[in-house]
């Protein structure tokens, strides 16, 4: 397949444990590639508990600046999935809770990831950047945030494309509308 050829290892995703993140990792894993994994100690698994030993995975929270940086030094990834998240349910509503791991988390991330040359950076927003609309949605739109999971995923992608186009880093940041299937929260 192309687009396995064309993704370069070691390959690191974050946010493995939520429901897109649980899906790509298990598209990697029924193709046999290792990939490694940063956890939060609080996650849940029962997305992924059946495949973890498939996995390289790591217990830090992308706040642990020095816990961090020990390991991006030692998988110095080729191809990073940033889906780490918090906020996008109703019942996560801590603006604190919801800055750290959006907007700190990616910042944190990604400055560690720029010290090793990596081939993809692939940030995950979320079609809430761009607030409710009666029409149909362009990515053009100016973004009008609605919660603070929606400014704080609107910040962090306007913090990638800043040190994209500042450092001129392979950076690119996807938003994904109305996603459903298999793992999704029963709620």
């Not at 974050?14 to 490694?36: C, D, E, H, P, Q």
Request: proline share 4%.
């Amino acid at each position: 397949m192309k687009i396995l050829k064309d993704i370069k290892q070691p390959i690191l995703i974050t946010g493995a444990t939520g429901f897109v993140g649980a899906n790509l990792l298990r598209y990697f894993v029924s193709r046999n590639i290792k990939v490694n994994i940063l956890i939060r100690k609080s996650s849940n698994l029962w997305r992924i508990k059946d495949i973890l030993h498939k996995t390289n995975f790591y217990y830090i929270d992308l706040n642990e600046n020095i816990k961090l940086a020990k390991k991006i030094k030692k998988i110095k990834p080729k191809t990073i999935f940033h889906l780490a998240a918090h906020g996008a349910y109703s019942s996560q509503n801590d603006m604190n809770k919801i800055k750290s791991t959006v907007l700190d988390g990616t910042i944190n991330l990604l400055k560690e990831c720029s010290n090793y040359k990596f081939n993809s950076f692939i940030n995950t927003g979320s079609s809430s950047e761009y607030g409710f609309k009666d029409k149909k949605m362009k990515e053009s739109d100016l973004l009008i945030p609605n919660s603070y999971y929606s400014l704080f995923k609107g910040a962090a992608t306007m913090f990638c494309q800043y040190m994209s186009l500042q450092k001129n880093l392979p950076i690119t940041t996807i938003r994904p509308f109305h996603v459903y299937g298999p793992y999704e929260e029963p709620t």
